[in-house]
Structures are given as C-alpha cells and as structure tokens.
C-alpha cells in the first residue's frame, strides 16, 4: 500500500537539463506516470502434411489440412514508471526565498530530478523470423514413375511402350504409408527375435531409435509437423487526466503478426480499465496565501488497474498514477 505523499519536481536547471525562465530562477515539471507493459507470447507455426487428406484412408489418423500460426500469451508484467509531464512546467526563483537544501535532493521521496528520476525502459522488439515448410528431407517419395503400354500387335509380336509420367498425390501418400508399415513390422520382428540377424543390448536400442526416427519422419508426411518460438514487446500506456472513462487498448495480438501495437487493427484488442480511488483534498492552509511563491506538486492516485481481453482478467494489481491525482502547492515564504 502506497502511504506516502510524493513531492514531484523535475529541477532540471539544477541539473543542467532545463531552460531558465528570468535570471536566477528554477525550471522544473510535475511529474506523470507511464504504465509500462511487458508481454510474452509462445508461437506455433503449423505445417500441414502434403498427404494429409489420406492420413485417415491409408494410417487411420485424422490430420490437419491446413497451415495455421497460433499465438498464445505466456506472460505479462505491469510495472510504473515516472517521467516529468512537459505540458505542466513551473518556475520559481529560489533566491527570494528560504528553500531548505534537503528539500531539493529528496529523489527517493519523489522530488524527481533530471537525472535520477525513473524512466521507462527502452522499449525492445523481437520477432520471429518468417519460415517455411520443409518436407524434402522427410522421405517424400520420387516424383516421376515409369509406366508401360501396348502401341500396337503386329501378328504374333507384341509392340511395348516405356513412358515417364508424374505419380498422383494419392499414388505417393500410399507408397510412403507402405513404408510405415513395414517399418513397424521390421521393427515387432527385431524386438520378438524374429530376424536373420541377432540384436541386442545397445545394438538394438540404436536400430529401434533409427526406425522410430524414420517412421516419425514418414508420418510427418500426413500428419505435419510444428515450430515453436517465441516473442517479446514493451507497450506503454499514458493515462490521460481529461478522459472521463479510464479504458485503453494496451496492446494487440495478431493471428498472422502476433503481439502488435494498440493502432494496429489487425489485432484483437487488450484493454487496461484504470479506476481511480479518490484522493482527499487538504485542508486550507493561511501560510499558503501570504506565500511569495509556491512550488506545485502532485500526490499521485492509486489505481485499480485490469487487463482484460474483453471477457477474461489476464492481469490485476493497485498502481500510484500521478496525472489522475490532485495538485498541490508548497508556500515558499523568507
């Protein structure tokens, strides 16, 4: 639970950072805070099989038809960070009053300075590299096959003719489906000592680890195979004062591009629902009014904060948003 009341400013001349108003005096900005999100998701790029319209005719197994890439969210993290909002700058001239020095270093305490206030992260992008399938190296059979028939009788002669032509898809997905069964065949006659030869010991586990690796390889053919990755995205998230209903689109997923940012349309939207609890207004205070000058700060407002993909809560937590808070004032006087 947050309990403390953040004195913000960016003193960025005191550091170099800020442009000076009139000689001698303090430039610096409230702060706002910036909802930083970081989303994993596992990636499967399905090939299917060349022959899978006959794995269930020729193997008995239903097979998918069609390619398809998946996208399945394996992670999220929200975490805030706080930067000076460049729309709400003030200046003050600290030599017309009594500043206390401790005053201008309490960093840890949310006086945000210009080079240790907490920044975003640097937003990194990885996405996987587009591939292809590849079934050659699987034991497709040979394309071509010869075929034989008869031109002509001449008398009692017999005239043959030998032609090349293309198997049929179903003609190949049968020879390699022979294949399989006499692999597993070859393989029951090596385990039940039913062969010319003698196996045993680490000879037959290597001769049963290849079969297994060739028939895995023929099966491919029908029933397809998978690769799997995965990919990574920052998304940040502003919260607007102005904005009456605290809902934004996050992010998004993509069925083709999977995680995309939230003006993509081509992704199904994750929304972040923010609500605000209500932050007290303080008393009146009548140093206030005699005060030369006043530094403005924010005590920021603890935020419900919801993920969401419109039906389901992914993520859920309580986070200190300085921009929907209130502002303040701190009387300098001599």
Avoid: H
């Avoid at 805070?33 to 970081?38: A, G, H």
């Avoid at 028939?215 to 053919?221: H, I, Q």
């Avoid at 629902?273 to 009146?284: C, F, I, N, Y």
Wanted: a neutral charge; hydrophobic letters at 40%.
């Amino acid at each position: 639970m947050y309990k403390r009341i953040v004195l913000a400013a960016l003193l960025a001349s005191l550091f170099g950072a800020g442009s000076l108003r009139a000689q001698g005096s303090v430039s610096y900005a409230l702060p706002q805070t910036v909802l930083v999100f970081r989303v994993d998701v596992e990636q499967e790029v399905f090939f299917a099989g060349p022959y899978a319209r006959y794995a269930q005719k020729y193997l008995g197994v239903d097979a998918p038809e069609q390619d398809y890439t998946r996208f399945d969210i394996s992670s999220i993290s929200l975490r805030p960070y706080v930067e000076a909002d460049a729309a709400q700058r003030f200046t003050f001239v600290p030599g017309k009053a009594g500043v206390p020095e401790a005053m201008l270093q309490l960093t840890t305490q949310g006086l945000v300075s210009g080079t240790s206030g907490a920044y975003s992260e640097e937003s990194g992008w990885k996405y996987p590299l587009k591939s292809e399938a590849d079934f050659a190296s699987r034991g497709i059979p040979a394309n071509l096959t010869r075929a034989s028939n008869t031109l002509y009788n001449k008398g009692q002669e017999t005239v043959q003719q030998s032609v090349v032509v293309e198997k049929s898809l179903e003609k190949k997905a049968q020879e390699v489906a022979e294949m399989i069964f006499r692999i597993r065949e070859n393989k029951y006659k090596i385990l039940v000592g039913d062969t010319d030869a003698t196996y045993s010991g680490e000879a037959m586990k290597a001769t049963i680890d290849a079969l297994d690796k060739l028939e895995a390889d023929y099966l491919t053919l029908f029933t397809g195979y998978s690769e799997k990755g995965s990919q990574s995205a920052v998304f940040e998230v502003i919260p607007a004062p102005q904005t009456k209903n605290q809902l934004y689109v996050a992010f998004r997923l993509s069925d083709s591009e999977g995680l995309v940012p939230a003006d993509n349309m081509s992704g199904r939207p994750y929304y972040l629902e923010l609500k605000p609890e209500t932050v007290a207004e303080p008393e009146a205070d009548p140093k206030a009014a005699k005060a030369a000058q006043s530094i403005q700060y924010r005590i920021p407002a603890i935020c419900k904060a919801r993920l969401t993909d419109g039906v389901a809560t992914l993520l859920q937590t309580r986070v200190p948003v300085y921009q929907l808070g209130i502002q303040a004032s701190w009387p300098v006087t001599k």
